[in-house]
């Protein structure tokens, strides 16, 4: 099955050592998006990189500070459902957000509202 | 697809060892001449033979065995072949086609006959767009890795650049969670793939994504390209490298 519709794409960006309540911070934005029901949300690892304060952030030996990426896509009212969350758990990152063009695919058709 | 009568062969002939962008000549011939929907091919390979620079090599000598002679050999109308050639060359390198006319007397039987995709221009300019296709690790496409399959797609249908993420925590259209764990082989994560190039492009390829992508997510956006190292294709060249870090999508 096959749907395309307009939507929005979240990109937040920090650092693997943030922690929220005691949790890694990408765990509890995941629980969070998926508490809410949005379609799509992947976390990354990057290799290297920096963003606020322009500190190298870095996987070593015994810290493990690598940068972390996390991709949301879903409809522009749900995006907006989860933006408080963001902003009482982000202490120090970036949030892009941009207007996207999606296609989704699935085995079985899944009624809007399930989402 | 192949009708009794006139047709053309064509015979690539290399060596083994060949690389063309860090991937063997033949298996690039052969994901190429696949995914632009010949009819067929046929890999053959020499047990001794010599070439332009008069060095024979056989299997005997152990130390240049991987300079044995490979033979490729397809058989396609005139003007599928004609479509084809510019980029064969391109990728046979210093290698030699020889192309015939043929008859077909019984082609071969198709179960289910594929689309041709035509062949596309690159051209780049400022603005273009992102396809980013979110899929699982162990989505498979004829027996390979989806991503995988996805990414030889691209790579014979001529789209700038394309790179796979994998991620280590996520969930998807099936609401299953993705957990990338360590110390198992088999992993079972989310991955994306990010793909750049002009919007005509993309959309020229999205017939063949909707083929191969039975359950994902495909997402497009625009993006304004603002380094972008790209020759084409009559340089030699074939791969352009997507700006990486951050886009401004």
Redesign the interface.
């Known amino acids: 099955m096959k749907e395309a519709f307009s939507a929005r794409m979240l990109r937040i960006h920090f650092g693997e050592d943030d922690r929220w309540q005691g949790k890694p911070l990408h765990e509890a934005i995941l629980a969070k998006c998926k508490d809410l029901n949005i379609a799509e949300a992947i976390v990354f690892r990057g290799i290297e990189g920096y963003g606020a304060g322009s500190r190298i952030r870095r996987s070593r030996l015994f810290s493990k500070d690598a940068p972390i990426q996390i991709s949301i896509i879903d409809t522009e009212e749900q995006i907006a459902k989860l933006i408080p969350f963001l902003d009482s758990v982000v202490e120090e990152g970036l949030v892009a957000s941009s207007a996207v063009e999606i296609i989704r695919y699935s085995r079985v058709s899944i009624p809007p509202t399930a989402r | 697809m192949l009708y009794p009568g006139k047709a053309v062969k064509v015979t690539i002939y290399l060596s083994e060892g060949a690389t063309h962008h860090g991937a063997s000549v033949y298996s690039s011939i052969l994901d190429f001449l696949f995914y632009r929907g010949v009819a067929g091919a046929t890999v053959t390979k020499g047990i001794a033979g010599f070439g332009a620079d008069h060095h024979m090599h056989s299997s005997s000598t152990v130390d240049i065995s991987d300079h044995l002679p490979l033979k490729i050999e397809f058989i396609d109308a005139r003007e599928k072949v004609d479509s084809l050639l510019g980029k064969l060359e391109e990728l046979t390198g210093s290698g030699l086609i020889e192309v015939q006319e043929t008859t077909v007397a019984k082609p071969a039987q198709v179960s289910n006959p594929k689309k041709t995709i035509p062949p596309s221009h690159l051209k780049m300019e400022g603005k273009a767009q992102m396809m980013?296709i979110?899929v699982s690790e162990e989505d498979r496409w004829k027996n390979k890795p989806l991503h995988e399959a996805l990414v030889e797609a691209m790579r014979a249908n001529d789209i700038a650049g394309v790179t796979v993420?994998?991620?280590?925590?996520?969930?998807?259209?099936?609401r299953r969670?993705h957990k990338d764990k360590p110390l198992l082989s088999t992993h079972h994560g989310?991955v994306?793939l990010s793909a750049v190039d002009t919007a005509q492009k993309l959309r020229d390829f999205?017939p063949l994504?909707?083929q191969m992508?039975?359950?994902?997510?495909?997402?497009?956006?625009e993006v304004d390209i603002i380094k972008y190292a790209y020759k084409s294709l009559d340089d030699g060249e074939q791969m352009a490298t997507p700006p990486t870090g951050?886009s401004t999508?």
């Open positions: 980013r979110f993420y994998r991620g280590i925590l996520g969930y998807g259209a099936h969670l989310s994306m999205l994504v909707d992508v039975e359950e994902g997510l495909v997402v497009f956006s951050n999508a």
